[in-house]
């Protein structure tokens, strides 16, 4: 067996242990997670072994068929009064709009860490040309310190924890949490939330990581991160909103705050 294919099962086996826990899942998590676990293991994919997300696209396709469909049907039984026909067409739009929730979480949420994915920060918080942002607010870059030689002294499965208890902490902030990358995370915060206020809560977590031991068999060792801020307005530039973030991180790593 060739050391490139047993890196590949070894691959599959990560994922599965990382989706065994998902209801559903479709190509495009699946795609996702096993190119972050390629990524962890240093193999790089080739076009042929990128999952195709088309099974995704025609989800979506048949949920908006049928949201046209009950809307045609509601608008021709609000014309002729009918109750009935409304009632049921309530009915399905409930169930559609649950089903379309379920969807977007999917879509939308990391299926590791459960934070929100990096789709979601270009949907949701980008405006449609994904150059720009819709809104003013401060964006937090988040950077685990050390997570490589965390990953190959312990193993991806102690790794995969460690982001989980990261995650979680700063959920604790209020913020919206965004993984963005491997080990990298994004925690936005809306334009009311001052830069005091976020920075107290920010080194709130960080302490509490400070004073955290991870145990693995008879082996311990802490977990902290290095975090850069960058307050921006309605319609700056994402990259250099992402770039002032990743500037004042790295300042952080060298002389930490």
Request: proline share 1%.
């Amino acid at each position: 067996m060739s050391d490139l294919y047993k890196e590949h099962i070894d691959i599959t086996n990560e994922v599965k242990e990382s989706i065994q826990k998902l209801k559903v899942v479709f190509p495009a998590e699946y795609n996702r997670l096993y190119a972050e676990k390629a990524h962890a293991h240093h193999v790089k994919l080739k076009p042929n072994q990128v999952i195709s997300s088309e099974m995704l696209d025609e989800k979506m396709v048949r949920h908006l068929i049928t949201l046209s469909k009950c809307t045609d049907e509601a608008i021709h039984a609000i014309e002729t009064e009918d109750k009935e026909v409304l009632k049921s067409v309530l009915k399905q739009t409930k169930i559609l709009q649950q089903e379309i929730h379920e969807l977007q979480k999917i879509v939308y949420e990391d299926g590791l860490t459960k934070s929100y994915n990096r789709q979601w920060f270009e949907d949701t918080l980008c405006n449609s040309d994904h150059i720009s942002v819709r809104d003013s607010g401060t964006l937090i870059m988040v950077d685990l310190n050390k997570f490589k030689q965390i990953n190959d002294t312990y193993g991806h499965v102690v790794g995969d924890k460690v982001l989980i208890h990261i995650a979680f902490k700063l959920k604790e902030s209020g913020g919206r949490v965004v993984r963005y990358g491997g080990d990298e995370f994004l925690v936005i915060f809306d334009a009311k939330v001052s830069q005091n206020e976020i920075k107290t809560k920010m080194e709130t977590i960080l302490e509490y990581c400070n004073h955290i031991h991870f145990k693995v068999d008879q082996n311990e060792f802490k977990i902290n991160f290095a975090y850069g801020m960058a307050e921006f307005k309605k319609g700056a530039s994402v990259d250099s909103i992402i770039q002032a973030a990743d500037k004042a991180m790295y300042q952080n790593k060298i002389s930490p705050m």
